[in-house]
């Protein structure tokens, strides 16, 4: 019987494979008010909540629905659950921590109705439509201090970030989530935290492995992450975790992300991802790239051989999967280097 990973292994040998862009820039679309984001269930919450957009899925359904239809119909083979900050630590900055697995599961059930419906009303699409459970990175770090007078001080632990992380991936395989996604990593502890849960929970459970793809993030024009590794160190210190693909994402537009795209395709021995931002942010914060720019330069990256997995994150929109998934096409994938090239 073919797995999910087997089926995802053989369709990333044949072509380059399209994820979707961003969840937050497609919320920003609906305005949503504060009444909007607390919905009938919390109407009388303590505390705001607008910016909760993992919330959403609990709240207003639909729109999360309808935004992950949207990208697969622009071409996406693989939609993001809306679990970026669902997990425990995270959420405590709007006291919901203990709605952590409500919101992971639903979100990720909501993204498993999307791709069935599409694939109901598109029956060629059938085995190649996939959800994965996306797996943020903390909005705090094991790494480093958040105060600059005690450099020893770490605002969580190890096994709090573990077992954050653990609950996370209960609820979204139990959603019915077919990758686990551990992306946009600044520090590579948290990840390492993400997948000791994740190897913990398939131990546990006894149930078979879900495909795993890793995003880090390059933060500067100095290609390292935040905590401070070169992208060669962030690749070694995760490849442990056998993952289907290692990739970038966020933090820069795809003209800045290209030398570390080119490095990373010499460097991984796995399928290799890249899905930038939308340019980087003007003074308003917001993300002026057109499609048709970010477009042209990842299709400069499948050209070259760089790539197998594109998309887009903050900024990107339905239009920008469509004019990447439509330059891509007419390139053959990265071709995985054998032993002998890499050594």
Same mark, same amino acid.
């Given at each position: 019987?073919?797995?999910?990973?087997?089926?995802?292994?053989?369709?990333?040998?044949?072509?380059?494979?399209?994820?979707?862009?961003?969840?937050?820039?497609?919320?920003?679309?609906?305005?949503?008010?504060e009444a909007?984001y607390?919905?009938?269930?919390?109407?009388?919450?303590h505390?705001?909540?607008?910016?909760?957009?993992?919330?959403?899925s609990?709240?207003q359904?639909?729109?999360?629905?309808?935004?992950?239809?949207?990208?697969?119909?622009?071409?996406?083979?693989?939609?993001?659950?809306?679990?970026?900050?669902?997990?425990?630590?995270?959420?405590?900055?709007?006291?919901?921590?203990?709605?952590?697995?409500?919101?992971?599961?639903?979100?990720?059930?909501?993204?498993?109705?999307?791709?069935?419906?599409?694939?109901?009303?598109?029956?060629?699409?059938?085995?190649?439509?996939?959800v994965?459970?996306?797996?943020?990175?903390?909005?705090?770090?094991?790494?480093?201090s958040?105060?600059?007078?005690?450099?020893?001080?770490?605002?969580?632990?190890?096994?709090?970030?573990?077992d954050?992380?653990?609950?996370?991936?209960?609820?979204? $395989?139990?959603?019915?989530?077919?990758i686990?996604?551990?992306e946009?990593?600044?520090?590579t502890?948290?990840?390492?935290?993400?997948?000791?849960?994740?190897?913990?929970?398939?131990?546990d459970?006894?149930?078979?492995?879900?495909?795993?793809?890793?995003?880090?993030?390059?933060?500067d024009?100095?290609?390292?992450?935040?905590?401070?590794?070169?992208?060669e160190?962030?690749?070694?210190? $995760?490849?442990?975790?056998?993952?289907?693909?290692?990739?970038l994402n966020?933090?820069?537009?795809?003209?800045?992300m290209?030398?570390?795209?080119?490095?990373?395709?010499?460097?991984?021995s796995?399928y290799?991802?890249?899905?930038?931002?939308?340019?980087?942010?003007?003074?308003?914060?917001?993300?002026?790239?057109t499609?048709?720019?970010?477009?042209?330069i990842?299709?400069?990256?499948?050209?070259?051989?760089?790539?197998?997995?594109v998309?887009?994150?903050?900024?990107?929109?339905?239009?920008h999967i469509?004019?990447?998934?439509n330059?891509?096409?007419?390139?053959?994938?990265?071709?995985?280097?054998?032993?002998?090239?890499?050594?």
């Amino acid at each position: 019987m073919a797995t999910v990973e087997n089926k995802l292994r053989e369709l990333l040998e044949q072509r380059i494979l399209m994820i979707d862009g961003a969840m937050g820039t497609m919320i920003q679309r609906y305005k949503l008010e504060e009444a909007d984001y607390r919905g009938e269930r919390f109407k009388d919450y303590h505390m705001d909540i607008k910016g909760n957009n993992d919330l959403l899925s609990l709240t207003q359904p639909q729109i999360i629905k309808a935004i992950h239809t949207e990208y697969l119909e622009a071409g996406a083979n693989i939609i993001e659950t809306n679990t970026f900050n669902a997990q425990a630590i995270s959420l405590a900055d709007y006291e919901m921590s203990a709605l952590s697995y409500e919101i992971n599961y639903e979100s990720a059930k909501l993204a498993k109705q999307a791709v069935q419906e599409f694939i109901a009303a598109h029956p060629e699409a059938a085995g190649e439509r996939f959800v994965a459970g996306a797996i943020g990175p903390m909005n705090k770090t094991l790494s480093l201090s958040p105060d600059v007078n005690r450099p020893g001080y770490r605002a969580m632990t190890f096994d709090e970030a573990a077992d954050a992380y653990y609950e996370q991936i209960k609820a979204l $395989v139990d959603g019915g989530c077919d990758i686990l996604l551990i992306e946009t990593i600044f520090d590579t502890l948290n990840a390492k935290a993400a997948i000791y849960a994740l190897n913990n929970y398939f131990r546990d459970t006894k149930k078979e492995k879900l495909p795993v793809m890793i995003s880090g993030t390059i933060t500067d024009a100095s290609g390292r992450t935040l905590s401070g590794q070169t992208l060669e160190a962030f690749l070694v210190s $995760v490849m442990h975790a056998e993952p289907v693909s290692i990739g970038l994402n966020c933090a820069l537009g795809a003209e800045q992300m290209r030398p570390h795209v080119e490095e990373l395709a010499q460097l991984a021995s796995c399928y290799v991802s890249a899905y930038p931002n939308a340019g980087l942010p003007n003074a308003m914060g917001e993300y002026d790239e057109t499609p048709e720019i970010t477009a042209s330069i990842i299709g400069e990256f499948a050209k070259e051989g760089w790539v197998n997995l594109v998309g887009g994150c903050c900024g990107t929109t339905p239009d920008h999967i469509r004019a990447i998934a439509n330059e891509v096409k007419q390139y053959a994938p990265r071709t995985k280097p054998t032993m002998a090239e890499m050594y």
